[in-house]
């Protein structure tokens, strides 16, 4: 089954050229993040607030009363387990409630409570006197779309007079009846041929307009144009609310083309350190003799779990994965490592892969998941669960989890290949985005560097530099050396 939104006839963009770097996909990422996010993400990290507009000052409040809600939505926030506004919720929830209505571009990372704070003015600004459209809330897939409906669901249950409607495909429409639902929340797509091609609700009557995952969106094909397109329909008083976990420049070229006169509120990112961080590197005479470190260093976890990072091709990897999914009470099964070299990949490439190096530790009897791109979000998660529950210790990936997804137990982590970018430099960025994870909580970890030549040792060393933290040898022959 395809998960991907029928109105984003994408290439896959986890299907590289052999040889290229494993990307995970941002919507999918996004959603996984969603799906496993275990509640806000404190942040004591200060907002950085541009107002456009001098006749409307910002104020921020810290309580939801504050905002003098309908009592039926106050509920639904309290119901909710919301107790007091996040960080950015505390300045975006005013403006966003405001009248006259002010445009809005909001950024923060994922779970930050961004999408609260819009569903929140999505639900507070409908009439329901009015049976039309009001609000449009642009998602960039199905998904993404469902996650945000569920949440106004949950925020309006005590106000069964709102009516909300899900634009994603799937969703049949009768032509001849315009709809009535005061929300639609959809993909770009859907909504431009509900609202231009058949016309079913008038653009000119919307009075908010949302634009969720904005730098998702423009990572997606064709989605930048549509999202366009509909704004252009919308009438200049339209409140416009742009969202985003991240802020370069394409996604800012992006917000102006949408938003005219934004107050613009920004959260900074919770920087990833390598403090807590012990980091080691350990000399191997060669490929094979990687593992032998690999299985030393499996011997002595005791507690928590370790992260293994690969490079591989994202067809070596789904070959594997088919060979290596088929899972019994939830369990990888034994599969040996010809499933991959039969498939026609030499041994010498087979042997750098996260395929080569989960099954024979497999084969071994340990107990390893492999999490790819190619899987399917719920494969993924189901992946993941099993790894968050403790049923295997290794987690064996690419760059698809480097990014956004905590696991808290995680104490260690092994670069099997160092991160280099296509020119074969050190990648530093992705090399905190690996290793940061396991400092988050504030518990120390440890990293781990296989060397196998100058080449690596390079790389390692420019690391070094960069951070300006040491990397220290490592003898796995004395498991004492980790501590
Ligand atoms: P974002 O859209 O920035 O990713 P969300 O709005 O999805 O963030 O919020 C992230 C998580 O925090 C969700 O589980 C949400 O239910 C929860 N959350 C949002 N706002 C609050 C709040 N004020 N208090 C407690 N939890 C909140």
Not at 300 to 312: K, M, P
Not at 337 to 348: D, K, Q, T
Request: a neutral charge; glycine letters at 6%; one cysteine or more.
């Amino acid at each position: 089954q395809n998960n991907k939104s029928s109105d984003s006839n994408l290439p896959d963009p986890n299907s590289g050229e052999d040889g290229e770097p494993d990307v995970a996909d941002p919507a999918e990422t996004s959603l996984l993040i969603k799906i496993l996010g275990k509640g806000l993400v404190n942040t004591k990290l200060s907002l950085d607030i541009q107002q456009k507009n001098p006749n409307s000052p910002l104020h921020s409040i810290k309580t939801f009363e504050a905002l003098h809600l309908k009592a039926s939505l106050l509920k639904g926030i309290y119901a909710m387990g919301f107790n007091t506004p996040s960080k950015i919720q505390e300045t975006a929830l005013p403006t966003l409630l405001a009248d006259p209505p002010q445009n809005m571009i909001a950024q923060s990372q994922s779970g930050t409570g961004k999408t609260a704070a819009f569903v929140l003015a999505m639900l507070s600004r409908v009439n329901i006197g009015l049976n039309h459209p009001q609000v449009l809330c642009l998602s960039p897939t199905y998904e993404l779309a469902i996650q945000t409906g569920e949440v106004a669901a949950r925020m309006g249950q005590f106000c069964p007079d709102i009516k909300l409607r899900f634009a994603v495909r799937g969703e049949e429409v009768d032509r001849s009846k315009k709809i009535e639902e005061h929300i639609l929340i959809g993909t770009p797509g859907k909504l431009l041929d509900w609202g231009l091609k058949f016309r079913l609700f008038d653009m000119k009557k919307i009075t908010v307009f949302v634009l969720d995952e904005a730098d998702v969106m423009i990572a997606t094909q064709g989605h930048h144009d549509q999202c366009i397109r509909i704004h252009k329909m919308l009438r200049p008083e339209c409140q416009m609310l742009f969202f985003s976990a991240t802020y370069d420049k394409e996604v800012m070229d992006f917000a102006r083309l949408i938003v005219a006169d934004p107050t613009i509120i920004r959260l900074m990112r919770e920087e990833e350190s390598l403090d807590n961080i012990k980091q080691y590197y350990v000399k191997c005479k060669n490929e094979d003799n990687k593992y032998n470190a690999i299985q030393n260093i499996y011997g002595c976890i005791s507690i928590g779990q370790a992260i293994i990072f690969c490079h591989l091709d994202q067809k070596q990897l789904a070959l594997f994965s088919h060979c290596m999914t088929r899972s019994t009470r939830g369990r990888m099964v034994k599969t040996s490592a010809y499933g991959v070299s039969r498939c026609g990949f030499g041994l010498s490439e087979t042997r750098r892969t996260a395929a080569w190096l989960a099954a024979k530790m497999t084969s071994d009897g340990h107990s390893v998941a492999v999490l790819s791109g190619d899987l399917t979000v719920e494969q993924r998660l189901a992946v993941l669960d099993r790894f968050r529950s403790g049923l295997e210790k290794v987690l064996i990936t690419t760059n698809v989890l480097s990014r956004g997804i905590d696991i808290e137990q995680v104490t260690i982590v092994v670069n099997f290949d160092l991160p280099v970018d296509v020119r074969g430099n050190a990648d530093c960025e992705t090399y905190l985005h690996r290793i940061g994870r396991t400092g988050r909580f504030g518990k120390s970890g440890i990293a781990i560097n296989l060397i196998t030549d100058e080449k690596s040792m390079k790389v390692c060393t420019d690391i070094e530099k960069h951070f300006k933290k040491k990397i220290e040898i490592l003898n796995t022959d004395s498991a004492d050396d980790i501590e």
